[in-house]
């Protein structure tokens, strides 16, 4: 099993910055990508970025040009870092791995993120 330990959420005014970092610990051997989704309260969990061991990135078009997600495959991190945060960016954030010899994705417990206007 792998275990994520998240941090670095908060309230911020909008067009502020936040980083969120996750720490992995556990079965990391066979991790392919880590990233961050975030989900609103009624809504599907989506996609906020990931990345992978080769750092090849991926972005949601509405984070894209704002929010910069970076590994340390030494120290088995991932961190966003949030600029110019929206009040639509408001949301829990996630950490998340995928485990590719298993097929499994794991969960951080969530960090909540709040914009204000």
């Known amino acids: 099993q792998v275990q994520l330990v998240e941090s670095g959420g908060g309230l911020v005014q909008a067009g502020g910055s936040l980083r969120l970092s996750c720490a992995a610990s556990?079965?990391?051997?066979?991790?392919?990508?880590m990233g961050w989704y975030r989900q609103a309260p009624g809504k599907q969990r989506e996609l906020v970025a990931d990345?992978?061991?080769?750092?090849?990135?991926n972005y949601a078009d509405s984070v894209k040009g704002r929010f910069t997600i970076s590994r340390d495959n030494a120290k088995n991190t991932v961190s966003l870092q949030m600029n110019n945060l929206k009040p639509e960016d408001t949301d829990v954030y996630y950490c998340?791995?995928?485990?590719?010899?298993?097929?499994?994705?794991?969960w951080g417990q969530g960090i909540q993120v709040t914009v204000s206007s």
């Open positions: 990345i992978t061991r080769s750092d090849s990135t």
């Open positions: 556990g079965r990391i051997f066979s991790i392919r990508s």
């Open positions: 998340t791995v995928y485990d590719a010899l298993l097929d499994r994705r794991s």
